[in-house]
């Protein structure tokens, strides 16, 4: 099991940026995919972003494409979700997942085992 903690989020006005991070401790190991998902008040937990293992491959749900970007550090067990042209929309609390078993980007949180507590971000309009 690889432990993960989120941290980055905070307030933040419409069209403003924040970057969130994700420290991954314990059995790390670089082979292993990351995602980003969300969860909004009263929605269920979605896709946001995901990577492969070299950080050569990412995938992202369409609603954040060309606003958001996912990238990762090996060296340092981080992985990153920088957001840009916020909107209210993306308030949510966003965790950090890791696979144990897939080394490929995926959209499907089953696909991951182990998850940060969250990070709360705040888009206010």
């Known amino acids: 099991q690889v432990q993960l903690v989120e941290s980055g989020g905070g307030l933040v006005q419409a069209g403003g940026s924040l970057t969130l991070s994700c420290a991954a401790s314990?059995?790390?190991?670089?082979?292993?995919?990351m995602g980003w998902f969300r969860q909004a008040p009263g929605k269920e937990l979605e896709f946001v972003a995901a990577i492969d293992w070299s950080g050569g491959d990412t995938d992202s749900a369409d609603s954040v494409k060309g606003r958001f970007t996912i990238s990762r550090d090996n060296a340092n067990n981080m992985v990153y979700l920088q957001m840009s042209s916020l909107e209210p929309g993306d308030t949510a609390v966003y965790y950090c997942?890791?696979?144990?078993?897939?080394?490929?980007?995926?959209?499907?949180?089953?696909?991951?085992?182990?998850w940060g507590q969250g990070t709360q971000v705040t888009v206010s309009s």
């Open positions: 314990g059995r790390t190991n670089s082979n292993y995919a």
């Open positions: 997942a890791a696979s144990s078993f897939l080394n490929v980007p995926s959209v499907t949180k089953r696909h991951y085992d182990s």
